[in-house]
């Protein structure tokens, strides 16, 4: 006998052939195939609930949305005009910077979430439950990877709006959504890490802007880095979100951009690689 939690949120049962099932789990290859079944089940049913939290609260997604809608402004129209060393128009120019700024400023909300969890206890009620402990983050991370993909969406319709324009082709446009998006769900990790790292929701909002705003504004997401001092060029070139804007940008405007989107994707696999044991090891030892 079974259970598992299904995508409404209750809990299923399935009876099986007791020597099956045993055959089953002391293969080690049917181990795994039914330890990641089951794990991917408890992931999506996380993210659904974790989703309808927007639904209730249709307000969360609004202000996600204000923030970098008000950047966009705020940029094109105050600074744009004292911007110098753009061979083309800055709202072209800028838009690819504002989009990975939205993806890594909404990333860090995966953070807040699951500290907020932890603080609340519920975490404690999903460690009782026979489910993946890996769906919890994995969770986390996918609705906010979903939630991501929506204000990216919004972003492009507003930059349409006050003159952005893709220069280079319908594919190239559905690729600058998806380097966007998967850049930001890497970045979830890093935060994953901060939050379960956390003591309280506080912290880890804090925690999560400490790293996050030195490596969107010491970019290339605003200004060109040749405008930078010496000092700064080096760490802004070496930047992940340099790299990923350069990306964007190759993309939306036209140029080579293979080395651009091989970096960017490298920089994706290895910030995964690297946080994402770390936070589920974090998540597992945490009291």
């Known amino acids: 006998m079974r259970f598992w939690l ?104 995966t953070g807040v979430g699951l500290a907020e969890d932890l603080q609340s206890g519920i975490i404690d009620r999903f460690r009782s439950l026979p489910m993946s402990r890996s769906a919890v983050l994995a969770g986390r991370t996918l609705a906010d990877t979903l939630r991501n993909l929506i204000v990216v969406l919004i972003m492009v319709v507003s930059g349409y709006i006050i003159g952005f324009r893709f220069q280079n082709g319908l594919g190239n446009a559905l690729l600058v959504v998806l380097v966007a998006v998967l850049f930001g769900f890497s970045l979830s990790w890093i935060s994953a890490f901060t939050g379960v790292s956390s003591k309280n929701t506080e912290t880890a909002n804090v925690a999560g802007f400490v790293w996050i705003f030195p490596l969107t504004f010491a970019s290339a997401a605003f200004v060109p880095v040749s405008t930078m001092p010496g000092w700064l060029q080096v760490f802004a070139k070496a930047n992940p979100i340099t790299n990923s804007v350069d990306a964007l940008r190759a993309l939306t405007l036209g140029g080579p951009v293979n080395h651009y989107l091989l970096y960017s994707f490298a920089w994706m696999i290895g910030i995964v690689v690297v946080f994402a044991p770390l936070a589920i090891s974090r998540y597992k030892s945490r009291s």
């Open 6 to 109: 299904s995508l409404d949120m209750e809990w299923q049962m399935q009876i099986v052939d007791p020597n099956q099932d045993v055959q089953e789990f002391n293969d080690p290859q049917g181990s795994f195939g039914v330890k990641f079944r089951f794990a991917v089940l408890d992931t999506l049913v996380l993210a659904k609930r974790n989703l309808l939290r927007y639904v209730r609260l249709p307000g969360l997604l609004v202000f996600s949305t204000i923030q970098p809608v008000i950047f966009l402004l705020l940029f094109t129209y105050v600074f744009g005009g004292a911007v110098r060393g753009v061979h083309t128009k800055y709202v072209d120019f800028l838009v690819p910077g504002i989009l990975i700024q939205t993806v890594a400023f909404g990333s860090t909300q």
